[in-house]
């Protein structure tokens, strides 16, 4: 089993900055993958940036490419997402997630495990 907790959300206005942390507890060798996805109020959810653990490759959606970045620290078991230069429309609720299948890294469904979400406001 693996838990998951996020933190670090908050109001900050555009062109500020945010850190979320995802604190990873559990049989954390059993996951291949984690991912980064948020959820606007009315629209769906949404991948924002991944990686596969073992190597440490990264991937991001477009929106945000260049402005957040995704890390891991495997000695604190924390997974981070940095995101600059925040832009309204980046506004969400933010969830971290935790894979065990293998599968395409966009793939909602390979997501075994799911932290109960950080709110992120960015004000105009």
């Known amino acids: 089993q693996v838990q998951l907790v996020e933190s670090g959300g908050g109001s900050v206005q555009a062109g500020g900055s945010l850190r979320l942390s995802c604190a990873v507890s559990?049989?954390?060798?059993?996951?291949?993958?984690m991912g980064w996805f948020r959820q606007a109020p009315g629209k769906e959810r949404e991948g924002v940036s991944a990686?596969?653990?073992?190597?440490?490759?990264?991937y991001y959606v477009d929106s945000v490419t260049g402005r957040f970045t995704i890390s891991q620290d495997n000695a604190k078991n924390t997974m981070y997402l940095r995101m600059n230069r925040l832009k309204p429309e980046d506004t969400a609720m933010y969830y971290c997630?935790?894979?065990?299948?293998?599968?395409?890294?966009?793939?909602?469904?390979?997501?075994?495990?799911w932290g109960q979400g950080t709110q992120v406001t960015v004000s105009s």
């Open positions: 997630a935790a894979a065990t299948r293998w599968g395409g890294i966009w793939d909602e469904l390979i997501y075994d495990y």
């Open positions: 990686i596969y653990t073992g190597v440490g490759s990264t």
């Open positions: 559990g049989y954390t060798g059993s996951i291949n993958s």
